[in-house]
């Protein structure tokens, strides 16, 4: 089926500037997309996979490496040439067993051969890529556990089976999820850069818009795709722009302190909070082509980056949002 | 860049991490609690040295079986080869190196026995470096590693991101050995922070000598026993040490009074007054060096976080998912995955009898019967559900309802810290309902909550017989149920909703009778503003706990929920 092109999605601004910035600075670590269903969590996640310039990856090898990994990780990479292959995108699902998440022993060989060999799972597949998990909320406990520590190292080691393996797994990290069906550990929700909050549109004409551009899609797929094309190409532009500028980008001692003075006046625990608001407003300003980070960046990332930090009370019923955009005006005027 | 703070908790976690990465083997390892950038900054400078001074260094994943921890027969390589091939654990792998163990708190009791194990048995068995994530104090890593590690750091609150070049020592052995003052001032200072095991003590002896060393000296001074008491002994502390005066910048609270056990040991400890400054130094230097929320802890009187069954259910055994466990005998359908090595294993001791009744040669690969197929399992934790039972009639809800209402949000908080699930049942005028089917959503039990009115009469046997069948169907599901009452116990609508007294009392009796068949877990919270004989009663006839609360708030009721929880198991 052909996918829903990025710049068709109408509306959700939010969780689309969340991702493009994922996009531009993998290392922040990935978006939670809080909301109900049908709000184009999914189509967005997804469609964004496709934008992104492909990966120079080692042929052949199961990880698709990089140069740099090979180095690292000799022992499980692949030898060849390099060569250009599209960013992985893996859609893990919530009932995914533990082999099939961090790999396991390939049955097969081992049985005919008596040979011990490694069968990657999705955490493989993923690196270097995006792993989307739709309900992370509702993910058993035990797989959590072990999303979290691959995600806080970057490899998985696996020592199972008789298997000792470690490869590498560096993925941004995709979440989606509907608060009202469970809660996500705080551990899990923590290791997450940017979180943005997605409401069906309520205006009736952003509704219909929607409506359009689906029964559009259905109708002609490749037309449709075709349409959009040019979008999305711009968006592609902008991303790898947006790579390449954001090395050349250091947010200034002002701008530190905002971020500290934000963070403290919103109750924002540890120091993590405020690395994610510093490097997620140099995302934006490369993302942005801006010449240098400047405070109306900072503001503009400042809900998505800290949502989810706030320390939790459970009698105090405003919502996180509006506590950040009133520690902004407070701070900021 | 921003200028550190003075004393960043990350400083004296970088000393103890230049002491442990000296002698790993030496002080058993180091607990880093609390993720922050820090920590990953110290983590990475530990791979750093490891690697310069090529002791091995490897993160051990929680899903580790007991053959790639412990070592065992190569199974598949043994047949292949048709020899004995030993295949190496990750514990001798790693020997006179150390395991970085990510997730401590998650760590499976029997993993972190086989560390233990290794540990205690010395020579160069790999010592552990324990993240410790824990979010609350109910959950820490297991005791028998947190004891084996010498240095418990606290870097949740570091507001640094680079460390500092770790240093390190050469040989211990030019250290003189501690003399008897100093092992005096030792001693005594854990006493008065309320250590009781002998081995922290043995760790800060060693951690005194490595500190010397460290700066060069070849006997051990003040400085290196304050730094010792400091790293080992002050996070350990399990009460305030007897001393007048906090410090003024941290807590403005006078020190509690002294706990009755705490008074008859000092005079023991000042018959010897020469040692009194130097110890009196010393629990100086480890109240400084105790964590914030650990001194706010003490001063209320509170124990440390201890490691209880927390949030889970009894555990099951599942074929699908959770923790490995071992195999057993099973044919692998039915989404079972078959045990390989298992079923190997179980084949190979009759290869030659069924070789020989085959009359097959030597070079026929493996003879493999159905009876030989091993099958894995995989235990499942069961996650409880606590189902509350709020009585909001008038006779109760008057005055009472609000407070029940916020302790019910309490509790929920915690529930979803400990990943257990809600439900909540409500009873009042001539009808019971399940107002929340178990959840862990805060948002929605919240909106329940709020939503739940109040008055009219006690249908106590209605409410009862909603909470049983509540029960029944989350045990059906796997799940192990808990049960809050909060009731004042003045049953007066019977269960066929018909007024009257005598009636409604004897129908909520059955049906507390019919809970304690059931066997349940519960507790009954008697919220009137008298408590009566009734709110015993009906605790007795469930076969429940009792907690009567005349006076009590929101928080009150909370935490005695939680000191009394239910099904909190003892194994």
Redesign the interface.
């Known amino acids: 089926m052909a996918r829903f092109p990025f710049s068709a999605i109408v509306g959700q601004d939010e969780m689309k500037q969340a991702l493009l910035i994922a996009a531009v600075d993998p290392s922040l670590g990935g978006v939670m997309v809080f909301g109900d269903r049908g709000t184009g969590k999914s189509t967005a996640a997804r469609a964004l996979a496709r934008l992104l310039p492909p990966i120079t990856a080692i042929e052949n090898c199961p990880y698709g490496c990089s140069k740099e990994d090979q180095a690292r990780y000799s022992d499980v990479c692949g030898t060849g040439p390099l060569r250009k292959r599209p960013v992985p995108f893996v859609d893990m699902p919530l009932g995914a ?3 099939r998440v ?1 790999g396991s ?1 390939d ?1 097969e060989r ?2 005919r ?4 060999a490694f069968e990657p799972g999705l955490l493989a597949k993923a690196h270097r890529g995006f792993l989307y998990i739709d309900e992370i ?1 509702l993910l ?4 959590v ?2 999303l ?2 691959v995600a ?2 970057g ?1 998985n ?8 393996v ?1 490869h590498p797994a560096r993925f941004v990290l995709i979440g989606s999820g509907n ?5 996500l ?3 899990l929700l ?1 290791r997450f850069g940017l979180s943005v909050e997605v409401r069906t549109p309520a205006e009736i004409e952003t509704r219909i818009a929607i409506m359009r551009a689906v029964a559009q899609q259905e109708r002609d797929p490749d037309g449709f795709e075709a349409e959009w094309a040019g979008e999305d190409d711009k968006i592609l532009k902008q991303i790898a722009r947006g790579k390449a500028k954001l090395p050349k980008l250091t947010p200034g001692d002002d701008l ?1 302190e905002d971020a ?1 003075k934000l963070c403290l006046a919103v109750g924002a ?4 909070g405020e ?1 994610t608001l510093m490097r997620a407003a140099r995302a934006l300003a490369a993302l942005k082509g801006a010449k240098s980070v400047r405070r109306e960046h900072l503001i503009a990332i400042a809900p998505s980056a800290l949502r989810h930090r706030l320390r ?1 009370d ?2 105090d019923e405003t919502g996180s949002a509006a506590r950040i955009t009133r520690a902004i005006e407070e701070q900021f005027g | 860049m921003t200028t550190p703070a003075s004393s960043d908790p990350l400083e004296d976690a970088s000393l103890a991490a230049s002491l442990f990465a000296s002698a790993p083997s030496l002080f058993g390892g180091v607990v880093l609690r609390g993720a922050s950038p820090a920590r990953d900054a110290l983590v990475a400078e530990l791979q750093r040295v490891f690697a310069q001074f090529e002791k091995p260094l490897r993160r051990l994943p929680g899903h580790v079986d007991d053959d790639r921890l412990l070592g065992g027969i190569d199974i598949a390589t043994s047949l292949a080869t048709r020899r004995t091939v030993r295949s190496t654990g990750v514990i001798e792998e790693c020997e006179g190196g150390a395991l970085i163990v990510p997730m401590a708190e998650r760590v499976e009791p029997g993993t972190a026995g086989r560390l233990a194990q290794a540990l205690d048995e010395g020579g160069s068995a790999p010592a552990l470096i324990l993240l410790d994530d824990a979010h609350e104090a109910d959950d820490a890593p297991p005791q028998s590693l947190l004891e084996r590690c010498a240095f418990h750091c606290e870097l949740g609150a570091s507001r640094l991101w680079q460390v500092a070049t770790l240093r390190s020592f050469g040989n211990l052995d030019e250290v003189a050995a501690l003399d008897d003052a100093a092992l005096e001032a030792l001693a005594a200072t854990a006493q008065a922070l309320g250590v009781a095991s002998v081995r922290p003590l043995i760790f800060a002896g060693s951690a005194a000598r490595a500190h010397a060393a460290l700066e060069g000296r070849s006997t051990v001074i003040d400085t290196d026993l304050a730094a010792a008491v400091r790293l080992v002994l002050a996070p350990r502390a399990t009460r305030m040490p007897p001393m007048e005066e906090p410090p003024e910048e941290e807590q403005s609270e006078p020190p509690p009074p002294p706990e009755s056990e705490t008074t008859p040991d000092d005079p023991g400890e000042q018959q010897s007054p020469g040692d009194a400054p130097l110890e009196e130094m010393l629990v100086e230097a480890a109240k400084a060096a105790i964590p914030a929320d650990l001194l706010a802890a003490l001063a209320q009187g509170a124990a440390p976080r201890r490691v209880t069954g927390g949030g889970t259910g009894k555990r099951r055994k599942s074929g699908l998912r959770g923790k490995p466990l071992g195999a057993r005998q099973g044919m692998p359908t039915g989404g079972k995955r078959l045990a390989l090595i298992d079923t190997l294993r179980a084949a190979v001791p009759w290869q030659a009898v069924r070789r020989k009744e085959a009359n097959a040669g030597d070079d026929t690969p493996i003879l493999m019967r159905k009876e030989d197929l091993r099958v894995r399992r995989f235990e499942d934790k069961a996650a409880r559900v606590t189902i509350f039972a709020v009585d909001a009639s008038g006779s109760a809800a008057a005055a009472r309802l609000a407070e029940a209402k916020g302790a019910v949000e309490l509790m929920l908080a915690q529930a979803y810290v400990t990943r257990s699930e809600v439900a909540l049942v409500a009873f009042r005028g001539d009808c019971a309902e399940l107002l929340l089917p178990p959840t862990r959503s805060l948002t929605r039990a919240r909106r329940a909550l709020s939503e739940l009115p109040g008055g009219g009469g006690t249908p106590l046997a209605m409410g009862l017989d909603a909470v049983r069948e509540c029960a029944d169907a989350v045990q059906s599901k796997g799940r192990t149920p808990s049960l809050v009452v909060l009731t004042d116990g003045r049953a007066n609508i019977g269960r066929d909703g018909q007024p009257g007294r005598k009636q409604a009392g004897e129908d909520a009796m059955a049906s507390a009778a019919a809970i304690a068949r059931a066997g349940y877990d519960g507790i009954v919270i008697d919220i009137s503003a008298r408590a009566g004989p009734e709110g015993r009663n009906l605790a007795e006839a469930m076969g429940a706990r009792f907690l009567a609360l005349p006076r009590g708030d929101a928080r009150a009721i909370a935490g005695a929920v939680e000191t009394l929880q239910p099904g909190r198991e003892a194994a």
């Open positions: 067993t533990e082999d961090i022993l049955l081992a049985l051969s008596g040979e011990k909320n058993e406990d035990h797989l556990d072990l979290l520590d806080a190292s490899e080691v696996v020592e199972r089976e008789g298997l000792s470690r608060p009202e069906e469970g809660e550990r705080p551990q923590d530190l500290a625990d540890g120091l993590r690395l939790r459970v009698l």
